[in-house]
Every structure is written in C-alpha cells, then in structure tokens.
C-alpha cells in the first residue's frame, strides 16, 4: 500500500525566504505526483502535477522535483509571501492501486 | 469555467438520517472520487469511479454508497448517518485513472451529523 508522507507537518517562516516542502513515497513505481494548496474552508486548487517520466516542473515561484529511486518529491517556494500561507498537500498516483494517495499535508504560514 | 461542482455546500444531519452528496464535473473527465478530510487524517478515498458504468471501493467505505448516474455526475449517499460520519466531503475528477492526468477538486461538502 502507498504510504506518502510530508515534512515538516507546519512551517512559519517570514517574508521574503526560500522555503522547501517535502513529500516522500514508498512505492516509486507512479504514474504522476501532484503538488495542492489549500486554503482554510475551502478545497484543493492544483500547483503543479509532474509526470513519472519528469524531473521537475516548474510555476512563477514555485519549482517541483520529483526523484522517483529515491521516492521524494520538493516543492520550492521562492521569495515567500503572506498570499502563500495555507496547507500544501501532495497527491501520489501509483502502479496498482491507480488512485491518487495523500499526504497529511504542510501547513505553511508565512508572516510580514 | 465551473470544473467540479459540489451540493450542498454545508449539511446538519440527526443521526440515523439519509441524504445524497452531488458532485457533477465539465471537463468531459472519465474517472471521479469521493474523498473525506478529517483533522489529522489528511484525505482518504471512500469511493471511486473508473470511468462511466463502473464504481470501486477506496480505503473508507463502509456506511455509504455511491451512484455513477454518467459521465457528468457522481453522487455519494448515507443511508444511515452517524456522527463518525462528520466530515468534509471532496469530489475529485481525472481524465483517467492510470494515465498520470491532473485531478481537480470541488470546494466541499461540510456535514455536521448530530
């Protein structure tokens, strides 16, 4: 069974810093790996969705890897901004169980 | 540009109550999701939909039922609900199941069972 994990669980940085996200995965074998944001009350809004066969992706300021022998994935947040603060999530879209698996999320707070 | 749109928005129900969780998408997608979220359980998978005709138990699905009515819409029911069963509710919808395809969310469902 997939296992997807993210650390750190919350994260409050100030303005202005270069943050990294982690998301680790216990099956490598995936089909896609897709990074969410979520706003308090409100659903998941897509960032960024890397293919197996890519290495990262990329969105303004934010930058998604994906290391699938290694089974992680980072998303770089670059220049943070009070906008960003919110719960970012990955999705794991693995071989077998087809359907996308997620991580418990990071709850980011960014402060001026 | 509607994407994944989800009824009602906010339910209270008695317990031991019924009622049925819409979710209809745009996209011309062919596989969709019901997903719970709960505080310090992250998102788990009640039930899914392969494409259209088909329907398939996730992690969670004991104490609902699902309807694949076509390929637009797919409704999730409680036929008898419990207060485990508050929750926020997320329908998800991909171009299919296997092929690495971008999922989108509808905004939610928050259930209050008393």
């Known amino acids: 069974k997939q296992e997807v994990t993210q650390i750190p669980a919350a994260l409050s940085v100030p303005e202005g810093e270069n943050l990294v996200l982690n998301c680790s995965f216990t099956?490598?074998?995936?089909?896609?790996l897709q990074w969410f944001r979520q706003d308090p009350g409100k659903g998941l809004t897509s960032l960024l969705l890397?293919?197996?066969?890519?290495r990262e992706q990329t969105s303004g300021r934010l930058n998604a890897s994906l290391d699938k022998s290694s089974g992680r994935s980072t998303l770089y947040i670059a220049a943070s901004q009070p906008g960003d603060s919110a719960t970012y999530l990955c999705?794991?879209?693995?071989?077998?169980?087809?359907?996308?698996?997620f991580g418990r999320g990071t709850s980011l707070i960014v402060h001026p | 540009n509607a994407g994944v749109t989800q009824t009602p928005k906010f339910q209270v129900l008695k317990t031991g109550q019924s009622m049925t969780l819409q979710c209809a998408q745009d996209?011309?997608?062919?596989?969709m999701y019901w997903y719970r979220q709960d505080p310090g359980m992250g998102l788990r998978l009640i039930y899914y939909?392969?494409?259209?005709?088909?329907?398939d138990k996730g992690e969670v699905p004991n104490g609902y039922n699902v309807s694949r009515l076509n390929k637009r819409e797919f409704s999730l029911r409680l036929e008898s609900a419990a207060p485990s069963q508050t929750s926020v509710y997320f329908c998800?919808?991909?171009?299919?199941?296997?092929?690495?395809?971008?999922?989108?969310f509808g905004q939610g469902t928050r259930l209050t069972v008393v």
């Open positions: 998800a919808s991909s171009k299919g199941i296997g092929q690495g395809s971008e999922a989108f």
């Open positions: 099956d490598s074998a995936i089909y896609n």
């Open positions: 890397i293919q197996s066969s890519q």
């Open positions: 999705a794991v879209e693995a071989g077998g169980s087809y359907i996308p698996t």
């Open positions: 996209m011309n997608h062919n596989s």
């Open positions: 939909s392969a494409s259209e005709g088909t329907t």
